[in-house]
Antibody, heavy 123, light 106 residues
Framework: QVQLQESGPGLVKPSQTLSLTCSVSGGSISGSDYYWSWIRQPPGKGLEWIGFISSRGSTYYNPSLDSRFTISIDTSNNQFSLRLNSVTAADTAVYFC???????????????WGQGILVTVSS | DIQMTQSPSTLSASVGDRVTITCRASQSISTWLAWYQQKPGKAPKVLISDATGLESGVPPRFSGSGSGTEFTLTVSSLQPDDFATYYCQQYSGYPWTFGQGTKVEI
């Protein structure tokens, strides 16, 4: 059973860069069967899908969000990451990493999630 | 983007009640719809995929129906463990989008 675990700072100052890492255990991130994704949830609000990265490094970002997000992958360490530049208080949220099958012929929802990490943007 | 609209936003119910949550898509998504349950401080858990497919380990009191733009999640007899927030999510096309959530409370 694969497990995903987010790590990173719980507090970031406005205008700084937020960096989060998702460590994957119980399975290889290098396989082509999954997309690796980030989702966030502001306190008391709904879920917002940020984007995904494939094991080959192909990315897709939610165009409804601005272009401050970058997702990268480190197959040697079996982890992937999220960077968010120029954060504001509006970026305060629980950030979840997740994975889902990458089949185009048979799309599937998210079946594995990390526990989430609360990131607060405040001076 | 495909907009997902859930109703109601909040649902007050009692143990044993039959409850139904509706999710509408702004365009046809066939049956590429999932339902998730989320409890406070936890990650969402998928209950239903492909609009009607019960995930392994999910109690059969949960069921999903619909296709195209109209979907429902039904809990046939609400149990204490079911008080949570429920989200629909379309995976027909990117960007993936979620409904705003339905909180089921006592």
């Amino acid at each position: 059973q694969v497990q995903l675990q987010e790590s990173g700072p719980g507090l970031v100052k406005p205008s700084q860069t937020l960096s989060l890492t998702c460590s994957v255990s119980g399975g290889s991130i290098s396989g082509s069967d999954y997309y690796w994704s980030w989702i966030r949830q502001p306190p008391g609000k709904g879920l917002e899908w940020i984007g995904f990265i494939s094991s080959r490094g192909s990315t897709y970002y939610n165009p409804s969000l601005d272009s401050r997000f970058t997702i990268s992958i480190d197959t040697s360490n079996n982890q992937f990451s999220l960077r968010l530049n120029s954060v504001t208080a509006a970026d305060t949220a629980v950030y979840f990493c997740a994975r889902y099958p990458s089949s185009i012929a048979a799309p599937s929802p998210i079946d594995d999630w990390g526990q989430g990490i609360l990131v607060t943007v405040s001076s | 983007d495909i907009q997902m609209t859930q109703s109601p936003s909040t649902l007050s119910a009692s143990v044993g009640d039959r409850v139904t949550i509706t999710c509408r898509a702004s365009q046809s998504i066939s049956t590429w719809l999932a339902w998730y349950q989320q409890k406070p401080g936890k990650a969402p858990k998928v209950l239903i995929s492909d609009a009607t497919g019960l995930e392994s380990g999910v109690p059969p009191r949960f069921s999903g129906s619909g296709s195209g733009t109209e979907f429902t999640l039904t809990v046939s007899s609400l149990q204490p463990d079911d008080f949570a927030t429920y989200y629909c999510q379309q995976y027909s096309g990117y960007p993936w989008t979620f409904g705003q959530g339905t909180k089921v409370e006592i």
